[in-house]
């Protein structure tokens, strides 16, 4: 089955780190550009980086208000994404999807910033 | 980057009617070298992830009833729900992923008037 599954997920204090995974499963990883998206509560969908295929030499890309706090890797050997967020604010507080857009989208983590 | 503007921001629209978004890009979308458009459109209903309506503008994606319609070309789009049902009720968003970043509108609430 084609799939994208996000764990990770959880409560953390103002100023800490999470990692997030993204697991794929279905279609051949490397080939492929894959973003993570968010949505605040009650908010919209907001893009907060990419990490590109293996041709593109795996360059990331990031939103201005994550750039310096969050970064993407990956491990091919595990068809797995990983999104490391530091720093954490608590407007940082949200779901988080990956997605190999626009086709398919996980059924996102949570992840709460609060004291 | 690619500024995406919904209109309207929500409707309220008689069950078995016809309920119209709009989707309008800052820069045109469409890739004159494969002549696509890279819009893409998204239901979201609460608790649930954003689930694929249509891509490349107008495609439909697996499973999407054919009630739904996508269509425009370089800035302007056009999601259709020639009869809606009361399981449309969701909010819609668009995106393009023409460039980097990709870009979603800022969604449109349908509701059941």
């Known amino acids: 089955e084609v799939q994208l599954v996000e764990s990770g997920g959880g409560l953390v204090q103002p100023g800490g780190s999470l990692r997030l995974s993204c697991a794929a499963s279905?279609?051949?990883?490397?080939?492929?550009?894959i973003d993570w998206v968010r949505q605040a509560p009650g908010k919209g969908l907001e893009w907060v980086g990419r990490?590109?295929?293996?041709?593109?030499?795996?360059?990331?890309n990031y939103a201005a208000s994550v750039k310096g706090r969050f970064s993407i890797s990956r491990d091919d050997s595990k068809n797995s994404l990983y999104l490391q967020m530091n720093s954490l604010k608590t407007e940082d507080t949200a779901m988080y999807y990956c997605?190999?857009?626009?086709?398919?989208w996980g059924q996102g983590t949570l992840v709460t910033v609060s004291s | 980057d690619i500024v995406l503007t919904q209109s309207p921001d929500s409707l309220a629209v008689s069950l078995g009617e016809r309920a119209t978004i709009n989707c309008k890009s800052s820069?045109?979308?469409?890739?004159?070298?494969?002549?696509?458009?890279?819009l893409a459109w998204y239901q979201q209903k609460p608790g649930q992830p954003p689930n694929l309506l249509f891509y490349?503008?107008?495609t439909r994606a697996s499973g999407v009833p054919d009630r739904f319609s996508g269509s425009g070309s370089g800035t302007d789009f056009t999601l259709t729900i020639s009869s809606l049902q009361a399981e449309d009720v969701a909010v819609y968003y668009c995106?393009?992923?023409?460039?980097?970043?990709?870009?979603f509108g800022q969604g449109t609430k349908v509701e059941i008037k």
């Open positions: 820069q045109s979308v469409l890739y004159s070298s494969n002549s696509k458009n890279y």
């Open positions: 995106q393009q992923y023409y460039g980097t970043p990709p870009t």
């Open positions: 997605t190999k857009t626009p086709i398919l």
């Open positions: 490349w503008a107008s």
């Open positions: 990490t590109a295929k293996i041709s593109n030499s795996y360059t990331s």
């Open positions: 279905g279609f051949t990883f490397t080939d492929h550009y």
